[in-house]
Nanobody, 121 residues
Framework: QVQLVESGGGLVQAGGSLTLSCAAS????????MGWYRQAPGKQRELVAS???????TYAASVKGRFTISRDNAKNTMYLQMNSLQSEDTAVYYC???????????????WGQGTQVTVSS
């Protein structure tokens, strides 16, 4: 079984910073692409940033230059450093990872439970 657990969310004032973490655990053979998504009330879930197994990154236009995605493959952990936070960044943030388990030869998509980020203006 594989689990993704996010942490680091909370309440922050506009202009502040937060760092989210996503730790993967279980019978993991390899983690391929990973990403952070967010969903604000009444809105669809959107991709915030993604990172490949080799470290190539992409960002949504709304967060480019403010957010930084990274990963530590030795720890099976992904991070999202969020700076210059704005009220529009308020949402539940989810991590996603494409993981191959030891017991299979296929890659499956896994999601974390989400962590709330609230930015007060």
């Amino acid at each position: 079984q594989v689990q993704l657990v996010e942490s680091g969310g909370g309440l922050v004032q506009a202009g502040g910073s937060l760092t989210l973490s996503c730790a993967a655990s279980g019978s993991i053979f390899r983690i391929n692409g990973m990403g952070w998504y967010r969903q604000a009330p009444g809105k669809q879930r959107e991709l915030v940033a993604s990172i490949t197994g080799s470290g190539m990154t992409t960002y949504a236009a709304s967060v480019k230059g403010r957010f930084t995605i990274s990963r530590d493959n030795a720890k099976n952990t992904m991070y999202l450093q969020m700076n210059s936070l704005q009220s529009e960044d308020t949402a539940v943030y989810y991590c996603n990872a494409f993981i191959m388990r030891f017991t299979t030869d296929t890659t499956s998509s896994y999601w974390g439970q989400g962590t709330q980020v609230t930015v007060s203006s």
